[in-house]
């Protein structure tokens, strides 16, 4: 199995960033994905969740309103679009997956994870 996120880069403040995450090797539709990301020093932070029919989990409160996320079966590929972006939100981003329910903002329970995709945010 692997997930390879691609689509960081650095940007100002204000602009906009889609994250996408390329699955493979096992049934994308039977897994429940997420992105989660990470700061130096700093545990890995739920980020947004989309579950395996496509029903979203609430966000985390630092990015609701500002991050959508989306998923195509067809293509195997998740997505975080990211608009308004702030430097905290500067991170390496993360797409993770999983086949089972509850506690979604667990990093431990994800059976997959990718390399990440680093964002980084300007003033």
């Known amino acids: 199995a692997q997930l390879v996120e691609s689509g960081g880069g650095l940007l100002q403040a204000g602009g906009s960033l889609r994250l996408s995450c390329a699955a493979s090797?096992?049934?994308?539709?039977?897994?429940?994905m997420c992105w989660f990301r990470q700061t130096p020093g700093k545990e890995r932070e739920f980020v947004g969740g989309?579950?395996?029919?496509?029903?979203?989990?609430p966000f985390a409160d630092s990015v609701k309103g500002r991050f959508t996320i989306s998923r195509d079966t067809r293509s195997k590929m998740l997505y975080l679009q990211m608009s308004n972006l702030k430097p905290e939100d500067a991170a390496v981003y993360y797409c993770?997956?999983?086949?089972?329910?509850?506690?979604?903002?667990?990093?431990?329970?994800?059976?997959?994870w990718g390399q990440g995709t680093q964002v980084t945010v300007g003033p």
């Open positions: 989309i579950g395996r029919s496509g029903e979203i989990r």
């Open positions: 993770a997956a999983r086949q089972a329910d509850g506690d979604y903002e667990s990093p431990p329970s994800y059976s997959y």
């Open positions: 090797g096992f049934t994308f539709q039977w897994y429940n």
